[in-house]
């Protein structure tokens, strides 16, 4: 792939360019370019959603670009309420650090971890004197930060707003000062706070950084944007048979999306492939991130699973948990909060009466129904998740 078709790849997944011909210009200066990314450490499991502007980190790292992962220890107390209603919890320092161990994990399945420069925006942000930050404060007025979305509808709706949050995407500008940024990249989601680094930069007399945001990714649900927390995301770090089953769950009117913000495959084939084949664009796209993450030889096993799981079957090396040390006979109900289906008996209940587990293939709907430990027992929620009780 030559400079241009890289170029286009980044191009071809952003949402918005400031400005674009100056983005172009700069890639073709030949000077070593300064790309600012900034590293949320409060949700360290990485997604797919993460992955579209980790994959425009890896073009312009392969250009011989320096990557900096800036990361918000400092910011982190107090907590980024971008898009939300209220805000959002602080981390301490020390979830921070333990955060970033997962994180920077994952990461260097799509980037070379040995090209990366990780700072911390405790190095120059706890520097600064209560001098310093009135002088900060003062290139910016309250009438601009109020034009973000989120802090607008709050002031309007007499909903808690603090002054400590006004002064997030002051910090978060500055650290495009303290490492004199060329390019900055993040999600739509972003937009405001990477705009108002361009502005602080202009005022502390730096070339105003390109601004590049990408699409946020639809989750499986279709609706809402991939997150964790609602259940509806693909995680890089999941099992290859669990990716396979989730990419086979993408709606089709969202999947060539997946392709285009996530994968490197020609779109006009795969353009073609999802008008005439649906079913087969879905197990395409599931072996491609299966080979970008896992790599090729798990295809052809997490494949095979999917096809028994899919015919109502039970597959082979699933995993196991031993209760039967603790007791020979358990509550249903129990069983899924140990195993992890669960996350409290409440929710474990809810699970049984909606029909959706099985007792080696045996729908089970009694909440207070006792399973005795004798041999293997195959516990099973939903279509995917399936443990092995012995």
């Not at 994180?103 to 209560?130: C, G, H, M, T």
């Not at 001098?131 to 003062?138: F, G, W, Y």
Request: charged share 30%; hydrophobic share 35%; with cysteine.
């Amino acid at each position: 792939m030559n400079k241009k078709e890289q170029i286009d790849l980044i191009l071809r997944r952003t949402v918005e360019v400031h400005n674009k011909d100056t983005l172009i210009e700069k890639l073709n200066s030949g000077k070593k370019l300064v790309i600012k990314f900034g590293a949320d450490l409060s949700r360290p499991d990485l997604h797919l959603g993460h992955t579209v502007a980790l994959r425009a980190l890896k073009i312009f790292q392969e250009l011989g670009h320096e990557i900096v992962f800036v990361i918000g220890d400092f910011t982190a107390m107090i907590g980024d309420p971008s898009g939300k209603s209220k805000t959002r919890p602080a981390l301490s320092f020390e979830e921070t650090r333990r955060n970033g161990e997962t994180y920077f994990k994952q990461v260097a399945k799509i980037l070379d971890p040995k090209k990366i420069r990780i700072a911390y925006n405790s190095e120059w942000l706890s520097k600064l004197n209560f001098k310093d930050v009135l002088s900060l404060a003062s290139k910016y007025t309250v009438a601009r930060m109020l034009e973000r979305d989120d802090f607008k509808n709050r002031y309007e709706n007499n909903m808690p707003l603090s002054m400590h949050e006004l002064f997030y995407p002051l910090m978060q500008g500055y650290d495009s000062v303290a490492i004199n940024a060329d390019i900055e990249i993040g999600g739509t989601d972003q937009t405001f706070n990477l705009l108002v680094g361009r502005e602080l930069q202009k005022n502390y007399d730096q070339e105003p950084q390109v601004v590049i945001t990408f699409p946020l990714l639809v989750g499986l649900d279709g609706k809402d944007k991939m997150s964790k927390s609602l259940d509806n995301y693909i995680g890089i770090d999941e099992s290859p048979e669990t990716m396979y089953e989730k990419a086979m769950k993408i709606p089709d009117d969202v999947l060539f999306d997946y392709y285009k913000l996530t994968t490197d495959l020609d779109l006009a084939e795969t353009d073609k492939l999802i008008k005439q084949d649906i079913i087969k664009a879905h197990k395409v796209y599931a072996e491609e991130i299966i080979k970008m993450y896992h790599g090729e030889e798990f295809i052809k096993q997490a494949e095979e699973r999917y096809g028994k799981v899919a015919k109502g079957g039970i597959p082979e090396n699933i995993k196991e948990v031993n209760l039967s040390s603790e007791s020979s006979e358990f509550k249903l109900c129990d069983i899924l909060v140990k195993v992890g289906f669960a996350s409290s008996k409440s929710e474990a209940r809810r699970m049984i009466q909606g029909n959706g587990v099985k007792v080696n293939s045996e729908v089970v709907n009694d909440i207070n129904a006792t399973i005795e430990i004798k041999g293997d027992v195959v516990i099973q929620f939903g279509k995917n998740k399936f443990i092995k009780v012995v």
